[in-house]
């Protein structure tokens, strides 16, 4: 690396070296599977937001900014890479059912998949070189989430999707005219600038938590081309006085974060992906009372009590605050445990009909809400973070209750969605706008994108 033998080298260098260093060639098959299968999940998602409000906003401020055709908005036109980024990393994030990790902090790391396919398209990738990418980002962002933070961004004040500016950085400048050291320092300026503030996503959410990683990952696109034109940044951003291991994170663990993939052993293997379009650490429970459900007749006037037991740490984010037990926005009810749970509980589902405004407002469901209880259980803190379980109890008035209890959450890697169920995802956001028969060649194209020799005979189905 440029200049590297005269001086220490940083820790942004080590990362970007690494990052240049994964090939396809070396994946292992199920490292390539699981990236198509979580391609497939967040491109779903992505179609099933194109008519939300967020949506519609976030498509008439790319279509006011103009810009290059570069990149193919989601069943839309073109625009340019970071504009595409913003607009498509928004719609694959609004509903909240794309994937996520546990780790010191949460992450979302299907928000690369906005970056990777808006640059690979501009720079004329291969499939092959995009599936590299992705897997390499979903390594530096996951890893992230493991390793920086003390005791946590989340509890510093930071949100979570301020580590994309790192991992969406990198893959851009895979992606792009840069060499290591040039991506070292697209680093260097997107995490400059693009750390963001938890209190987005506190109280009663905001439409614009849908656009909080594709915001830092728009920034991150451009900072990889300002690199590939000659911009430096600060190289010791991460270990500088006034750097973010110290005034962000508190602390990173540098040696593991930059430390060789072990036995083919990539991180995106240990990503969930969501049946339920629900804050993560909610989808155990919501799991447990939809099982209820099915197996009892409850009569919301017969019910006394409906205890919801969490790992502790859930009982300090948002989705467990008083506040959010009658939410009013659909956001706010996505992450609330008291209505995820009380509307599960009740429809014996959990999906996009329960998230509507009609349904917000039903009077049973509000009397359940009022009798819902969050309490800790010290047995579920073993599993945290790996797996974020949970215990629902149902306590009627005559004295019975009826348990159910979801150490592994559905979608885990020890609860995997079959291929059928992740297709069903899929197909169930992608025809209402694609039409069956495109949205399934869709579908088969994901499975068979390292046969494309330029990533633009994809992109090209992605408009409807």
């Not at 008439?60 to 193919?72: H, I, N, P, R, V």
């Not at 990173?252 to 049946?275: E, F, N, W």
């Not at 706008?433 to 869709?442: E, G, I, K, T």
Request: glycine share 8%; proline share 5%; aromatic share 6%.
């Amino acid at each position: 690396m440029n200049n590297a033998s005269q001086r220490q080298v940083t820790v942004l260098e080590k990362l970007a070296d690494f990052i240049h260093g994964i090939a396809y060639t070396d994946l292992p098959e199920p490292v390539i599977a699981r990236a198509k299968d979580l391609m497939a999940d967040s491109l779903g998602c992505a179609f099933g937001a194109l008519s939300s409000e967020p949506g519609s906003a976030v498509i008439k401020f790319a279509q006011d900014c103009g810009g290059l055709e570069q990149s193919t908005l989601i069943a839309g036109t073109k625009t340019s890479a970071p504009l595409a980024t913003l607009v498509n990393g928004t719609l694959l994030r609004y509903l909240d059912n794309n994937d996520y990790y546990f780790g010191r902090d949460p992450a979302h790391p299907s928000g690369n998949l906005a970056v990777v396919m808006a640059v690979a398209e501009r720079q004329k990738s291969s499939g092959a070189e995009l599936l590299a990418t992705l897997i390499a980002a979903y390594e530096l962002h996951i890893r992230l989430a493991d390793y920086a933070g003390i005791p946590s961004l989340w509890k510093r004040g930071w949100h979570h999707g301020t580590n994309l500016q790192f991992s969406c950085a990198a893959a851009a400048g895979k992606l792009s005219w840069c060499d290591a050291h040039r991506t070292a320092h697209a680093m260097a300026i997107a995490a400059s600038h693009g750390n963001t503030l938890a209190q987005l996503q506190s109280g009663k959410v905001s439409m614009i938590k849908a656009s909080a990683e594709a915001w830092v990952a728009k920034g991150a696109v451009e900072a990889a081309m300002l690199a590939s034109y000659g911009m430096t940044g600060p190289l010791d951003l991460m270990e500088g006085r006034h750097g973010w291991a110290s005034v962000v994170a508190g602390e990173v663990d540098a040696a593991h974060l930059t430390s060789p993939v072990q036995h083919g052993m990539y991180r995106i293997l240990d990503v969930c992906a969501k049946p339920y379009p629900v804050v993560a650490t909610a989808i155990a429970p919501v799991g447990a009372a939809i099982e209820l459900h099915e197996k009892n007749s409850f009569d919301v006037a017969c019910i006394d009590r409906v205890i919801v037991y969490l790992p502790r740490f859930a009982l300090t984010s948002p989705s467990a605050d008083p506040g959010r037990r009658h939410p009013t926005s659909i956001e706010s009810a996505q992450h609330s445990f008291y209505y995820c749970t009380a509307v599960a509980l009740l429809d014996g589902a959990c999906g996009p009909e329960q998230f509507t405004n009609k349904r917000m407002q039903d009077a049973a469901l509000h009397s359940l809400l009022d009798k819902v209880v969050l309490m800790g259980d010290e047995n579920l803190d073993a599993g945290w973070p790996s797996a974020a379980g949970a215990a629902v109890h149902v306590c009627l008035g005559d004295g019975k209750v009826h348990i159910c209890r979801h150490d592994f959450p559905l979608g885990h890697p020890k609860r995997p969605l079959d291929a059928a169920a992740l297709a069903k995802k899929f197909l169930n956001y992608a025809v209402p706008v694609l039409s069956s028969s495109r949205a399934h060649a869709l579908l088969d194209a994901i499975y068979c994108i390292e046969d494309c020799r330029d990533v633009r005979e994809f992109t090209a189905l992605l408009a409807r």
